[in-house]
């Protein structure tokens, strides 16, 4: 079965540093992998997604990485911001024939991030 | 351009009532899933559907649990008999299927439901 895990739980940063989170995941046989962030009370928004043959990502300041072999990607923020503060999720899906539900997305518990102005 | 929406935001009710969610997808979107999320957890998986098809149900979803597609667009989730155990936030997301079977094409979350048992 696989396992996603996020570390740190929590984090918190002065504005303006560069912060990196982790996710690593149990099961290297997964399609892609991608990165949420949840704010309070609200949905999920997808920032990035990996696919499984790629190595990177890039959305502004957001850099994602991804090292299938070793089960890690993790999350780069530059320059960070107050308005950053939130949740950060990621979640992996499985590949079409690994025999663990091919849609469903399984999800680390995330890390949340508090810039500090 | 309209994401996903759910309804209603925040639902209340007694241990044992029945309780109804309903989702709109991203109206191009041909695949729906809806997960359940309780605090400090990320999201679980409970179902999906390609169109009107449900193609896979988790083992969470009990026999108390429903959810249909009858149309291929929105979807309602029904929970019977409520548990304080049910007490969560329900997700719903959709996706395109791509140009290719197996897609590579992000899932997009709805704001949730709010599901409170007293």
């Known amino acids: 079965k696989q396992e996603v895990t996020q570390i740190p739980a929590a984090l918190s940063v002065p504005e303006g540093e560069n912060l990196v989170l982790n996710c690593s995941f149990t099961?290297?046989?997964?399609?892609?992998l991608q990165w949420f962030r949840q704010d309070p009370g609200k949905g999920l928004t997808s920032l990035l997604l990996?696919?499984?043959?790629?190595r990177e990502q890039t959305s502004g300041r957001l850099n994602a990485s991804l090292d299938k072999s070793s089960g890690r990607s993790t999350l780069y923020i530059a320059a960070s911001q107050p308005g950053d503060s939130a949740t950060y999720l990621c979640?992996?899906?499985?590949?079409?024939?690994?025999?663990?539900?091919?849609?469903?997305?399984?999800f680390g518990k995330g890390t949340k991030l508090s810039v500090i102005p | 351009d309209t994401g996903v929406s759910q309804d209603p935001r925040h639902k209340i009710t007694k241990r044992g009532q029945n309780v109804t969610f309903r989702c709109d997808p991203i109206?191009?979107?041909?695949?729906l899933y809806w997960y359940r999320q309780t605090l400090g957890q990320g999201p679980e998986f409970l179902t999906y559907?390609?169109?009107?098809?449900?193609?896979?149900k988790s083992r969470l979803l009990s026999d108390r649990f429903s959810a249909e597609r009858p149309k291929g667009s929105f979807s309602t989730l029904e929970i019977q008999r409520t548990e304080q155990g049910d007490s969560a936030m329900y997700l719903c997301?959709?996706?395109?299927?791509?140009?290719?079977?197996?897609?590579?094409?992000?899932?997009?979350f709805g704001d949730g439901t709010r599901l409170s048992i007293l």
């Open positions: 997301a959709s996706s395109t299927s791509g140009m290719v079977g197996y897609s590579n094409q992000p899932q997009h």
């Open positions: 990996i696919q499984s043959s790629q």
């Open positions: 109206s191009e979107h041909n695949r």
């Open positions: 559907f390609q169109n009107e098809a449900q193609l896979e």
């Open positions: 979640a992996v899906l499985p590949t079409l024939y690994s025999g663990a539900g091919s849609y469903q997305l399984t």
């Open positions: 099961d290297s046989a997964i399609y892609n």
